[in-house]
C-alpha cells in the first residue's frame, strides 16, 4: 500500500483547508484510513478514522469541525477541516492499517503542513 498526501497550507484562524490521502497498491487489504498530525514538541494523535465501511471516528478537539471522507472508489480520502484554530497547526499525516490483531501492519504518506495563524 502506497499513500501520497496533499493538501496543507498556511490559513488563518476560522479558515478551511481540504488535505487528501490518494492510496495505491493492494487497496483491498485496508481496513482503516487514518489522519494523525504532530506539532513540534508533542506526539502524534490520531485525528479520525475511517473504516472499510464507512464508519467515522473522531478526536474531542475536532469534532464537529473536521470530516472524512472517501471517494466513491475507496481510493482517494478526504480530510476537510473547518474554523481551524491555531492549535491544529501540525504536520498532518495519512496512515492505512491493514491486517486484524497482532498482525496490523502501518503504511505512511508523507506528511503534509498546515499552519493557522490567529
Known amino acids: 500500500v502506497q499513500l501520497q498526501a496533499s493538501g496543507g497550507g498556511s490559513v488563518q484562524a476560522g479558515g478551511s483547508l481540504t488535505l487528501s490521502c490518494a492510496a495505491s497498491?493492494?487497496?483491498?487489504?485496508?481496513?482503516?484510513i487514518n489522519w494523525y498530525r504532530q506539532a513540534p514538541g508533542k506526539q502524534r494523535e490520531l485525528v479520525a478514522t475511517?473504516?472499510?465501511?464507512?464508519?467515522?471516528t473522531y478526536e474531542d478537539s475536532v469534532k464537529g469541525r473536521f470530516t472524512i471522507s472517501r471517494d466513491k472508489r475507496e481510493i482517494t480520502v478526504y480530510l476537510q477541516m473547518n474554523s481551524l484554530k491555531p492549535e491544529d497547526t501540525a504536520g498532518y499525516y495519512c496512515?492505512?492499517?491493514?491486517?486484524?490483531?497482532?498482525?496490523?501492519?502501518?503504511?505512511w504518506g508523507q506528511g503534509t503542513q498546515v499552519t493557522v495563524s490567529s
Open positions: 496512515n492505512a492499517k491493514t491486517g486484524s490483531s497482532e498482525f496490523v501492519k502501518d503504511y
Open positions: 497498491g493492494n487497496i483491498r487489504s485496508i481496513n482503516t
Open positions: 475511517i473504516n472499510s465501511s464507512g464508519a467515522t
